[in-house]
């Protein structure tokens, strides 16, 4: 107050020192009988009463105007009548001038003054909305130092104002690093929206927040810093994992039938505007805008309802009156719906706004639709399944059940209301089913438990029951006795001991003809077995017997070339000769499959040179391909040289692989041999034979190991083959615990390989 008092005894007398200086300089003048220049200086005055005093500055004008008519006009000299009355004019319309400027500079000043008032309260008013946030507020400068803290960002902080100002926000973090990214992204983007990030308390425990940020610029456009808004959002996380968890749990009850309601509620931030009492929208927050728009100054029932009137369901006139009200609003203009918490708040000047603030509930309220009409579905799921479906409860007793089982138990609703699961339980699987289902209801137990159903009649069915817990169905047992003695029904034993329990949901199968159907197919394949067995056996006796007759054939085949025949007959020995042959190898392999049918075929495990058996096994093919003018190459690495398996049915693989492939190239086409090292698994080797062949069609490549199965050539049907070669091939790699497959292409070939272990375990 002093302070003041001495700035205005200090301006009054600037002024009035002003005004004494412009009496004497008129009073000069005018006994001089100057009455123009001098006039110029009554401004100075005049101008400092309307920067000072506003509008009171025309008594100080009214002031010099009076003195400069009454001093000028008897001091001036006499003049001629038309002279007097033109000094006489230019003196009075100075007076008006003096005064015009004198109204028009305080009409200025003041309204100057009253614009600065205004900016002033409404700093001061924002300063106090900020300080009464829910939310967080914060200002950071450019080197990461905190030069703002509310009284939020101390609730849930748990640090004050005093102890963090000046200090670096990257310590709140609980990634230090954080800070500096979130900086980054400020400066680079000018905003952050809805960030979430994990800080610490005083207290050291981790807080999660959601953060929206702006960048903070001087007057001329540098940035100086970033303000932050965040809010705690640690308990809306903590429910929204909360309701995913029974989201999962409705899913996990209905059988996974509810996939269109995998979707995760979102939070989504809150907006806040304030509305004066003549519906003006004073401020919006970051979020109201990007939803509505900046729209400051309007009024709000034509920003949010598009109306020339205000709304009929507004509550402006409770919360003048001081009241609080929650209610939900939808708008057609957005199409979304929010639940509204309006308050009042006392403003500055003692008027009363309108706080809202806005939760857009959209989502939960669709949810809580799907959820009602999953509930609708459920009932009518339940009711039209197609197995019997039942509710126990706690105590053992049945508390509905759908067609189904009204059809199978041969009682009406009413009747099984109420009525002891165990009696519909067969005597023998009684007391086997009732620990089922208490087990069951503590999950200690599969799902599936067979058992003999009885009917009202008395029938016996065989029934398959799924038996599944209701998540969030628990049941105290003195309630549940409570509950059947006011029904007149008499609990289990269970139900009485005390111990609290859970609902299930029983699923019935009748099972009772596909029993039936599974005993006659047990039987049935039984003698297909002992079919088989015959069959094997037969197949057995069959080739050992086709053997018989073919040794003497050969033999007098030889024979008969000794004789003297002519060269048409001796053609014809050869020709049963070489038949006899291929009909005794076809014999050899059907009994060697045979054997490995009967597992009668035991690994004879010696260590040779792979280089040598191929070697042997090339030698014995050699005339053969030397017919076609076919080309055998062998690359053995030294490596893959020494191994220890059963050196006959090595060879026999080899032999079949390099037979087909002689076979099925034509004539002056390649074969080769190559045996290496896998390079990832050193213990074994693969071998491989490729021809420039016929190719096998990729349709037929997976088939071609199966037994009898042959791809339909020219060349096959000629050759006369049962194909077997391939499948004894397989049978004898996968005795050495090795594995085979082949590639191919049509028109250029194809390569068979196999892996076996260098050593046998």
């Avoid at 960030?195 to 001329?220: F, H």
Wanted: hydrophobic content about 35%; overall charge neutral; charged content about 30%.
């Amino acid at each position: 107050m002093g302070t003041l008092a001495k700035k205005l005894n200090c301006k009054f007398l600037v002024l009035f020192f002003s005004v004494l200086f412009c009496v004497v300089v008129t009073v000069y003048f005018a006994s001089k009988g100057e009455t123009g220049v001098y006039t110029h200086l009554f401004y100075i005055p005049i101008l400092l009463a309307g920067v000072w005093y506003h509008k009171k500055a025309i008594y100080v004008a009214l002031f010099l105007s009076l003195f400069y008519i009454l001093v000028t006009c008897p001091l001036t000299p006499p003049l001629t009548p038309s002279l007097s009355v033109a000094v006489l004019e230019r003196i009075l319309e100075r007076s008006v001038i003096f005064v015009a400027v004198a109204y028009t500079i305080g009409l200025v000043s003041e309204k100057r003054a009253k614009g600065e008032e205004r900016l002033k309260e409404t700093k001061d008013y924002l300063d106090n909305i900020i300080a009464s946030s829910a939310d967080a507020i914060v200002v950071v400068d450019l080197d990461g130092k905190v030069r703002s803290w509310n009284k939020a960002a101390e609730d849930y902080m748990g640090y004050t104002a005093k102890e963090v100002l000046g200090t670096p926000n990257k310590r709140f973090f609980a990634d230090p690093d954080e800070a500096e990214r979130i900086a980054e992204i400020v400066e680079r983007e000018g905003e952050l929206k809805n960030y979430r990030t994990t800080v610490l308390n005083k207290a050291k425990k981790p807080v999660r927040i959601r953060m929206s940020a702006a960048l903070l610029k001087d007057k001329l456009g540098v940035p100086v810093g970033t303000v932050r808004v965040s809010r705690d959002v640690t308990k809306e996380e903590e429910l929204e994992e909360e309701l995913e968890e029974r989201k999962k749990e409705e899913r996990e009850k209905i059988k996974k039938e509810r996939d269109n309601l995998n979707l995760i509620l979102e939070t989504l931030p809150d907006g806040v505007y304030i509305v004066s009492k003549d519906y003006e929208v004073e401020f919006m927050n970051r979020t109201l805008i990007e939803v509505f728009g900046y729209n400051v100054g309007e009024v709000c029932y034509k920003v949010f309802h598009n109306r020339t009137t205000p709304c009929p369901l507004c509550k402006q006139e409770e919360v003048r009156k001081g009241e609080t009200v929650q209610w939900e609003w939808h708008s057609r203009k957005k199409e979304r719906t929010y639940d509204l918490v309006e308050t009042p708040l006392r403003n500055i000047d003692g008027t009363v706004s309108k706080l809202t603030i806005f939760r857009d509930i959209t989502e939960r309220k669709r949810i809580e639709k799907k959820l009602r009409d999953a509930e609708e579905r459920y009932r009518v799921i339940f009711e039209h399944a197609l197995t019997a479906l039942c509710l126990i409860e706690a105590g053992g007793r049945i508390s509905l059940a759908n067609k189904e089982f009204e059809a199978l138990s041969g009682y009406s609703r009413s009747e099984l209301r109420g009525k002891k699961w165990g009696d519909f339980i067969a005597d023998e699987d009684r007391v086997r089913v009732q620990n089922y289902c208490a087990k069951r209801r503590d999950g200690k137990a599969p799902a599936c438990c067979p058992f003999k159903f009885v009917s009202r009649s008395g029938e016996i069915r065989n029934v398959q029951s799924w038996i599944e817990p209701i998540p969030g169905a628990e049941v105290e047992a003195g309630a549940e006795v409570e509950a059947g003695t006011e029904a007149g029904v008499e609990t289990e034993p269970e139900a009485r001991a005390g111990k609290g329990s859970k609902r299930c949901i029983a699923s019935l199968l009748d099972i009772t003809e596909l029993k039936r159907k599974e005993d006659e197919l047990r039987e049935t394949c039984e003698k297909l077995t002992e079919l088989d067995d015959m069959k094997r056996e037969f197949l057995n006796v069959a080739y050992h017997e086709m053997r018989s007759p073919l040794a003497p054939i050969v033999g007098y085949a030889s024979l008969l070339e000794r004789c003297e025949l002519p060269d048409k007959g001796r053609r014809y020995i050869q020709n049963i000769e070489q038949c006899a042959k291929e009909l005794e190898k076809m014999i050899n392999r059907m009994l060697e499959l045979a054997r490995i049918d009967s597992r009668k075929i035991k690994l004879n495990l010696k260590e040779f040179s792979l280089s040598d058996v191929v070697q042997e096994v090339v030698k014995g093919f050699e005339p053969e391909a030397a017919k076609k003018e076919q080309k055998i190459s062998t690359v053995v690495s030294e490596v893959g040289e020494v191994i220890q398996a059963d050196k006959q049915q090595v060879v026999a693989v080899f032999s079949n692989l390099i037979s087909n492939a002689i076979k099925y190239t034509p004539s002056g086409g390649r074969i080769e041999i190559r045996v290496d090292r896998v390079e990832d698994r050193g213990e074994e080797v693969r071998c491989c034979v490729a021809d420039t062949g016929i190719g096998i069609p990729a349709e037929d490549l997976p088939k071609i190991f199966e037994r009898f199965y042959m791809v339909d050539t020219s060349l096959t049907r000629k050759s006369g083959s049962l194909g077997l070669g391939l499948s004894i091939v397989k049978e004898y790699v996968k005795l050495h615990g090795g594995r085979v497959w082949a590639t191919s292409e049509l028109g250029k070939g194809s390569k068979f390989f196999f892996i076996i272990p260098k050593r046998q375990r």
